[in-house]
Each structure stands twice: as structure tokens, then as C-alpha cells.
């Protein structure tokens, strides 16, 4: 219905073609996958960040090489990034002289395609790193982790952007798919851990956290953690020495750190005994 106005419909995004190309190509670090992959699952609730890298203008190329995760605010459907996180990557991203060059966030169960919000926040970050020659090199990316329907443990991801046309509406600038390829000969870097430990750290007496030893497959007996192993594994192309030890690393942290935390498990119960009483 043209007119009607939900922020939150999902937009399927069209396909640059030949006669309407991409306005550069997109290269990623498996870095950046790892952690963008990891970080959507480890909640029941969406969450948001930001991607560093650079634009060649030169070539028509932008590479993604840092992933800058932020506190959300989320409200259940949908999330908005958390202004001071917004600062603190600032920041970082100048001390690492890096360009912000995307977001990222997660929709938890439902298609990786944005929402009309989506595509409006998507608008205005590209309107604000709009360069002088018209091009606004800003992607977006959505990580789907845990869409049950889908067959495969990976998990499923868009990258995209707004266009320079707008929808049939009128309301919102078309959104596209954007194609990328992987960033050759890299390494698995050690910060990509640690800030995964940093992650652990700050979600695991979250409530909406996921419980990594419950059952995902119940079919084919796949808990949480497999699921997560299995896809994180899909990005990793190094070294199968390499990628042994990185995955069981991984594995190491969340069977032994991602719980809650026993002394803030006790004190919840009472204070639910307490209110129960009371
Ligand atoms: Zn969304």
C-alpha cells in the first residue's frame, strides 16, 4: 500500500547490475566476519557496531578491516546505537587511523534484509560521509545467527547500502545488495580475541544472553556452541594449524566464561524471593 508508513517492514534489497553498477567493490578482513559473526551470537536481542577501514578512491575500492562493537539500547524488534560507544570509537578509530567506513547490527532470528528504519539510518551515515566526487562510501551489514528455517549452521549475512534511487514510495532510498570479496593472505590477529574475551566479559550476566549449552538442532543433536564453532570456522582461511588452535580457544571461552556469574545469579534469586515475599 503506497502511503502507509511501518519502520519496522523489511526491504529486500535489489541487485546492482551492469547497467547500474555498485559505486565501488567492498573487500573484508575474515577478522571482521569472525567478530561481527561472534558478537550476534552471543544475545537473544539485536546488537550494533561499527566497521573501520578505507576508501581508494583510485580504485573504487573500500576494505574493512576493524570492527568496532557498541552498546545497544535495544528495545526488543529494533536497537540504536548507544551515543558514547559512538564517541569511544571515534577514538579509537583515529588512534588507529582508520575511516569509519560501516555499521553493522543483527537481526537474532529474522531475515538479514533492513528495515525501513534500517535503510533511514543507513541514509543519513552515507549522507554524512558523502565525499566531494558523490560517492558515500558507508556499507551495512546484517548478521542473521539463529534462522532456524535456514539449513546451513552458518550464519547468514548482507551487506548493502542505500542507492541513488529511491523506492516506488517515495518515503525511503532504495536499498542494494552489496557484492564483497575477502581481503587475501591475512592473519588471524590476536586483538580478534581478545576483544572476543572483551565481549564474553560484557555479555555474560546479560539476561538476554544465550545460553551456549542449549540445544539448537534438536534433530541432529547441534547445541549453541556448535552452531557458533561451525560458523565462525567458514571464515577462517589460514593455516589448518592455525585455525585449530583459534577455534579451540574460542571453544575454551565459552565453556569456561560465558555464564552467568554465581554470585549475581544468587543475589538475582533473592531479589525475586525477596519481591515474591514482599
Ligand atoms: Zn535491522
Redesign the pocket.
Known sequence: MVGSYDPFRLVPPHHYTSRNPAPFRVSVSMNVMLLMDFHAHLAHT?IIGLLGGHYFPDREIMEVIYVYPCKSSSTGF?CEMDPASEVAAREVFAEKGLEFVGWY?S?PTFDPQ??I??IENQTQYQEMWRREDGVEPFIGV?VTPYDIEHDSNVSRFQFWMSGTNYDLSGQFRTPYSCQHSFLQNENLQEETFSQMASLVEEYHNYDQRVNMSETYRKDEEVSRLDKLIESLSSHINVSSNAAETFISQVRELMSADFRPNKNEETSKLDATKELILS
Open positions: 539485536e529494533q547490527h537481526h533492513p528495515s528504519r534500517d546484517i
